[in-house]
């Protein structure tokens, strides 16, 4: 079957634009996490959805990130006013259920802030 | 707040040699671990899930084994073969509080093997 995707694969933008990042996860899941991967950081928890809500945002950096989910389905993800230390991969996952469930990546999104 | 170390940070063997990968963990109030690899410029492969109650865990060439208690995995590869080479992730999904399943991942090893 299908797994999670993400759109766009690659994104350049220029500092203080807007851009919106997308996930598909698995018909079904009713989990999904965003993480995100840059070079100093390594691979950090961003923000978890149960169906539409979001009940841990922690890991979000700043007021300029958010997300949101629809259906129970495909999440976006929306940082504004880029900065250049936005640069990173951005990866999406999902899962049946929370918890101890494993969880499947999608290939992530690769954000290049000029 | 949990923490993930990986070591060594990178490897690198002939082909053919058995080798093993460490892990500590330093809350063992986990769901479960779990071991990736990631190819450069790629997404994640999950390589193989323990549960906090199992032991070990096997797949083809590779085994892992959890120590929960003692906050310790290994990732074992047997006979190691060129296409192994990639970076290799422990992540553990934490059960307290309100994780609700997210993963915490070590900086992972990043494994040549050399033919």
């Known amino acids: 079957g299908a797994g999670v995707s993400q759109s766009p694969s690659n994104k350049v933008t220029e500092k203080g634009k807007d851009v919106e990042l997308r996930c598909d996860p698995i018909?079904?899941?009713?989990?999904l996490y965003w993480y995100r991967q840059s070079l100093g950081q390594g691979l950090e928890f961003l923000i978890y959805?149960?169906?539409?809500?979001?009940?841990?945002k922690s890991g979000l950096p700043s007021d300029r990130f958010s997300a949101e989910r629809t259906g129970g389905s495909v999440s976006t993800l929306t940082i504004q006013r880029t900065q250049q230390e936005d640069s990173a991969v951005y990866l999406c996952?999902?899962?049946?259920?929370?918890?101890?469930?494993?969880?499947?990546f999608g290939p992530g999104t690769r954000l290049t802030v000029t | 707040k949990q923490e993930v170390t990986q070591i060594p940070a990178a490897l690198s063997v002939p082909e053919g040699e058995n080798l093993v990968l460490n892990c500590s963990f330093t809350?063992?109030?986990?769901?479960?671990l779990q071991w990736f690899r990631q190819d450069p410029g790629k997404g994640l492969t999950s390589l193989l899930l323990?549960?906090?109650?199992?032991r070990e865990q096997t797949s083809g060439r590779l085994n892992a084994s959890l120590d929960k208690s003692s906050g310790r995995s290994t990732l074992y590869i047997a006979a190691s073969q060129p296409g192994d080479s990639a970076t290799y992730l422990c992540a553990v999904t934490s059960a307290g509080g309100t994780s609700y399943g997210k993963l915490t991942f070590g900086q992972g090893t990043i494994l040549t093997v050399h033919p």
């Open positions: 996952a999902s899962s049946p259920l929370t918890g101890g469930y494993e969880q499947y």
């Open positions: 809350d063992s109030a986990i769901y479960n």
């Open positions: 323990i549960q906090s109650s199992q």
């Open positions: 018909s079904g899941h009713t989990a």
């Open positions: 959805f149960q169906g539409n809500s979001a009940p841990d």
